[in-house]
């Protein structure tokens, strides 16, 4: 069976993680985390926006959750499941 990458992994793969990680790290973004950091949070709402979910608790309501999990830490999926 071909392998193929989904929609969210074709963006994902374009984003300057570099970038991102320098800006995180200059604005302090992590500096107080405790469980879930500005790069998973940003990975869970740009799966949301191209999923049409509107709130945790409809991402956790749904198979949504299920389907992310590959792309998800353990954390993530734990900190939505929470809410």
């Known amino acids: ?13 374009h984003v300057p993680w570099a970038e991102f990680d320098r800006l995180v790290e200059e604005h302090g973004a992590d500096v107080a985390v405790r469980r879930l950091t500005t790069k998973s949070q940003f990975i869970a709402l740009l799966y949301a926006q191209l999923a049409g979910i ?6 956790d309501g749904s198979n949504n959750v299920g389907q992310f999990r590959p792309l998800a830490t353990p954390l993530l999926v734990r900190t939505v499941k929470a809410r």
């Open 1 to 13: 069976m071909h392998h193929q990458n989904s929609v969210l992994y074709s963006i994902l793969k």
């Open 54 to 59: 509107s709130s945790l608790r409809q991402l």
